[in-house]
């Protein structure tokens, strides 16, 4: 009967982008309106600078995400490039080169070169960006499908205590805001943790963390420019 295990590490790229866009508006947007609320403005205002954020916020990631990505796409073709100038002028060079890698990890001399050439023959560009380089199928980077997870997890992360805001009373925002962020926050935190294979009450802690944080700074400063105005 075989054995097969159930890898994450696929999901790494659109998983980190999802996590970290639905993680900053969730942050950004409840503490935005917290700061706002904390200065004794209208609700209506704080709507207004919720949406503005939420607006602001999805366009930023997603323009964030997609430089990110296409930078770390154009530093692998440069990098595969060179490697092919590489193959094309000294062939055996970069055979030697492979098996010293092979050797290093364990192989005996003449077992190391018989690996390379094999590799090689059956493709070399792609048995040096994955054992030289560092490179893998698993890694490629997708500028747009970043920019997309990012925008809108941080959409549908900022809508939320943007919604809790526009249903309590004034009296209650602040409050119920930060209590409901809280709980998204720990629920994101738990479920990423688990589609990433990691614990769930530490993924939870972590971002809960980080985000009460946030939400207490910023409505310290509402305060103090509410007090000063």
Known sequence: MSHEENHRSHRAGWLRAAVMGANDGIVSTASLIIGVAAANTTQDSILLAGIAGLVAGAMSMAAGEY????????????????????????????????????????????????????????????????????????????????????????????????????????????????????????????????AGGASMTIGAIRVTFWGALAMGLTALVGQFFGVVA
């Open 67 to 194: 430089v990110s990505v296409s930078s770390q796409l154009d530093i692998e073709k440069a990098d595969l490039a060179l490697e092919q100038r590489s193959l094309e002028e000294d062939y055996e060079d970069e055979i030697n080169e492979l098996a010293q890698i092979y050797e290093r990890r364990g192989l005996d001399q003449i077992l190391a070169r018989q690996v390379a050439e094999k590799l090689m023959d059956h493709d070399a560009l792609g048995a040096h960006a994955r054992d030289e380089i560092g490179l893998s199928d698993n890694q490629g980077a997708n500028p747009v499908q970043a920019a997309v997870f990012s925008a809108a997890t941080f959409t549908i992360g900022a809508a939320l205590p943007l919604l809790v805001a526009w249903m309590v009373p004034l009296s209650l925002l602040i409050a119920m805001v930060a209590g409901f962020s809280l709980v998204f926050l720990a629920a994101l935190g738990a479920i990423a943790a688990r």
